[in-house]
């Protein structure tokens, strides 16, 4: 079952996934509880259109992609519901609906367009090398050490938004909000250069609800997100290598299937009354 390791780019395609997985997996606890999910989505769609655009103007391919990332991030973070008809999940859908309308229009023109779009949705993990990865060591350190520093404002902003405060930010937790989604814009902008956008998606979301089907407390959801998304690397991995799979799409797939184990494993622990009740505190 290690057989693939011996194999120096599907180590660094193991490496590059866990460092992704973990951050990702982390920040997805907090998107799910502030019903935010689209938004890794958006921001993912908005860095890949600043790669279109730097495809189709042939320059600009480092520091394009992060100005569209981050200017998404602000407007992401300054936008503010009052309409109580009106979810801020169906303006964060509109906004990734239209960035991956324009950004297959732009890549059409590119001289490889199906092929870029390919790689803009799956990635290409597997040709990750060493420099990638210490670019990814670095930038996602660097993140997760400010979130781990900075963990209690920000789980408490996650907590009065899950409980529906979202329009009466002080000043103080609007500058919190734009860091948690600036954080966020930085983390997708480089894993979706290597993850692609459905990837990105899936380790941002899928361990986070897989977490939260199992867990109660938040210490234990963030632990139990972060192991799945660990073991949906190594699984989607050996699946790509063992049955000679596209990466991206196995690693979705493997976090597919996880996600129908949580759902086992709550519905064993449901019939058994041993999920115990929801909590806040760790």
């Known amino acids: 079952m290690f057989e693939m390791f011996s194999l120096s780019f599907m180590v660094n395609a193991f490496v590059a996934t866990v460092i992704m997985g973990t951050l990702l997996s982390y920040m997805g606890v907090h998107v799910i509880g502030r019903g935010i999910v689209f938004v890794d989505l958006a ?10 655009v730097a495809q189709f103007m042939h320059t600009g391919e480092e520091w394009i992609p992060i100005a569209f990332t981050l200017l998404g991030a602000v407007l992401l973070s300054l936008i503010r519901i009052t309409d109580r008809r009106l979810k801020l999940e169906a303006i964060i859908g509109i906004i990734y609906v ?8 732009v890549i059409s023109k590119t001289p490889h367009g199906e092929a870029d779009i390919q790689e803009v949705l799956f990635g290409a993990v597997l040709a990750v090398n060493s420099a990638d990865l210490v670019q990814l060591g670095v930038i996602f350190g660097v993140i997760g050490v400010l979130h781990l520093v900075f963990y209690k404002p920000i789980l408490r902003l996650t907590e009065r938004m899950e409980s529906g405060g979202h329009a009466d930010f002080t000043m103080k937790e609007r500058a919190w909000n734009f860091f948690f989604y600036l954080s966020i814009g930085l983390a997708i902008v480089y894993a979706v250069r290597i993850g692609g956008v459905m990837p990105v998606f899936a380790f941002l979301v899928i361990p986070a609800v897989s977490a939260v ?10 632990v139990l997100a972060i192991l799945i998304s660990v073991l949906a690397s190594y699984g989607g991995l050996w699946f790509s290598y063992t049955w000679d799979f596209p990466a991206g799409s196995s690693l979705v797939a493997v976090l597919g299937g996880l996600y129908v184990v949580a759902l086992f494993v709550r519905a064993v622990r449901s019939y058994r009354g041993t999920i115990p009740p929801t909590t806040d505190g760790g």
């Open 43 to 52: 921001l993912g769609q908005i860095s890949s259109l600043g790669v279109a």
């Open 98 to 105: 239209v960035a991956a309308a324009v950004t297959v229009l």
């Open 213 to 222: 089907t199992i867990a109660r407390k938040s210490w234990a959801v963030i």
